[in-house]
């Protein structure tokens, strides 16, 4: 994989030029992309290496893939939809002005599946082509696991950052709700929509977020001595595989031999409540985000998005609001979990990356902390028995975004 | 003004068609427009009666303006910036999408002050066509004052629903924050936009939201005997007009009259903290949402927009940060407060219209209440000794939105 921050030190010391940097990645592309159908629209590649070469910001030299869901003004930007076949917005989404603000070069468009939902588009898994990506940013964590591009752009609704990063092994990172602007992307539910950020290692992806946004998101290592590690199994730990079940006590048992603090955290009955609620917001935002969409072009929608904005449609006012309730009491509930430990450690996703690409997984580890709006981030490094990524997740609380990516760049380097 | 509820009275009467009632809003628009100036589109007349005619919704018959700042897949989308001019969106935005469900016409769009910020359109107040109609949802009020249609959208990031709607005479209702979609309209700061509504008069505008989005905001108006009033001055009542101070306090004098309990409330040292870090989240969330207009036409931003943007481009994360932290709590003791009362009266604006079309006036009693998300809703009715309207406020706990609009029903009968 290609390192953002190996990239940006060798320009820093002078052995590699912006261009020259950018230049690999757009090679890589070249090479790979025909496998592994990570892109969905291609930046011009003159112009991309001259603006390369005058950029001076601190991601200059960084080719970035930007998940198909938000705009650009001069790619095309389809969403993943034939609706929007061909569709060129008329401004850059916010945080795509701003990498270009900080030097970045947009290297092009990624796949999406249908709107960030789940019906997937052409991408595979670098890992095993048979295998899915995840999704729903699904062209993003392969383009960086295929070794195409070292930073990427991503949105999680219900598990479309941390799945489809522990799908293909790479760091992503999901900041807390709203820390990070998603104006200018598609809206599927303004509740849960999540700006995220994928790269090869955490200590990459902690380095882009902090140069693409000027916050303060690339600390040091955790010290294990003040590290307060809950081991969260949540209420739904026996859906997960065995091998992923494993896979996160081993990283426990490592945090805690590393010199961590370890403590077993039950599932509040406040979060397993929220668990049930997720959909509802979901998909009673969806069917009026996507109103002109169900309005206008119902012919043209996946059967399996049809069917979720048709039963959005179903759900009352009354049982939307009811559902807001129930995630505000988790959102509380989850603050209170933090006066005992400072992140928690929980699966990822329920496995590996499943076979075949008709499906992309499912969100079952995520979509919880969607809706609360907790900080998260996908721990890469461990694998299957049959050399499939396995991800760890870590769960940080809100506004502190910089604990959870302490906490996974110190865990990636016990692991 | 044209009445939402009798046309729809007379609709359902039969003594109306919906196509007739829309053709009435046409010629209106047809006869005054060219002295008011509140529309920047206009659409196809014989394509919208032809609409109206099959349209089956509850709100068929209603002709809408629509704030220039919503997305319209028909209609030119310019945002008040010349940026957009002829700008055609892809997609509705979702309460066009939600009106056009329910059966209204779309019969325009209306003028927006630059991106709904401060920089004024050509829209005079039909009150005295030299004073401003208020902003940024100029067009929207002005059109109804006029008597051109019963009902428009506006948007809201500091007062431009209420103080327009205060200037014009007309019923303004800002629904608490994200009760109602702002997807598809044009973002300048994702914690403050919210979508709102007018009509000629509060019982009016309650049918219209309830209607548009299928919720129980159309209340029977309050029981005098159970309604608890603040008289709520806050710490700026200085700084309005005396006649807006003496509008207050009649209001409030008439409401207990007629059998209401009203309470002095003083404003808490957490409101009047938040008043002054308004300014510091927008002005950050702006440079950010806007961030390509700033990057690619900062020559065709007007010098007020500018100056606000790079105003912005100087608060670092950490001010902003802190600024959220004050909203926050602004938030909680806000709710505190509806403990003791149902509703809150306040002004709407400092005073009647300024005279001039060069400013809108200015927001300083409502961007609180943007920035807590209260439901807020201005009751026309009472006028200065130059007859021009002015308007209370009345502002309710978050999510009890039919409180607001069942003590505004009663209020107008009072007053």
């Known amino acids: 994989?290609?390192?953002?921050?190996?990239?940006?030190?060798?320009?820093?010391?002078?052995?590699?030029?912006?261009?020259?940097?950018?230049?690999?990645?757009?090679?890589?592309?070249?090479?790979?992309?025909g496998t592994i159908h990570a892109f969905t629209a291609r930046a011009d590649r003159e112009t991309v290496l001259q603006r390369a070469e005058q950029a001076d910001g601190p991601l200059a030299g960084i080719a970035v893939g930007v998940k198909d869901i938000f705009d650009t003004h001069d790619l095309v930007t389809a969403y993943g939809s034939p609706i929007y076949a061909g569709h060129r917005p008329a401004a850059d989404a916010a945080i795509v002005a701003m990498l270009r603000n900080a030097g970045a070069s947009i290297a092009g468009k990624t796949v999406t599946t249908e709107f960030a939902f789940f019906q997937p588009g052409p991408t595979v898994n670098p890992h095993d082509h048979a295998h899915t990506p995840g999704g729903s940013s699904s062209g993003s964590v392969a383009a960086i696991a295929a070794g195409m591009i070292p930073a990427a752009l991503g949105t999680q609704t219900g598990g479309s950052v941390i799945r489809p990063a522990a799908f293909c092994g790479v760091a992503g990172y999901k900041p807390g709700f709203r820390l990070v602007p998603t104006v200018g992307s598609k809206t599927f539910s303004w509740s849960l929509d999540t700006t995220g950020f994928f790269a090869a290692t955490v200590d990459d992806v902690a380095h882009f977020a902090a140069l693409a946004t000027g916050r303060a998101l690339d600390p040091a290592p955790a010290d294990p001595a003040k590290l307060r590690i809950g081991l969260y199994r949540t209420s739904v730990w026996n859906e997960a595989e065995k091998s992923m079940r494993s896979a996160v006590e081993h990283a426990a048992a490592a945090a805690q031999r590393a010199g961590a603090t370890v403590i077993e955290i039950e599932e509040p009955d406040e979060l397993a409540a929220a668990r049930e609620i997720h959909s509802t917001v979901q998909n009673y935002e969806a069917h009026l985000a996507l109103g002109h969409e169900l309005r206008c072009h119902a012919d043209k929608l996946s059967p399996t998005l049809l069917a979720c904005l048709e039963r959005g449609a179903l759900i009352t006012p009354d049982a939307y609001d009811s559902a807001r309730t129930t995630a505000r009491r988790a959102r509380k509930r989850t603050t209170a979990l933090f006066e005992q430990v400072d992140i928690l450690l929980t699966p990822s996703a329920p496995g590996p990356a499943p076979r075949g690409l008709d499906t992309t997984g499912v969100p079952l580890f995520n979509k919880l902390w969607t809706l609360t709006g907790n900080p998260c981030v996908n721990v890469p490094g461990l694998k299957n028995a049959e050399n499939l990524p396995l991800g760890v997740q870590i769960v940080s609380r809100f506004a502190r975004d910089h604990v959870a990516l302490a906490a996974g760049k110190w865990l990636e380097m016990v692991l």
Chains 1, 2 share one sequence.
């Open 1 to 33: 994989m290609q390192s953002l921050r190996t990239i940006l030190e060798a320009i820093a010391r002078g052995d590699l030029s912006p261009r020259e940097a950018v230049a690999t990645s757009l090679d890589a592309i070249d090479t790979l992309d």
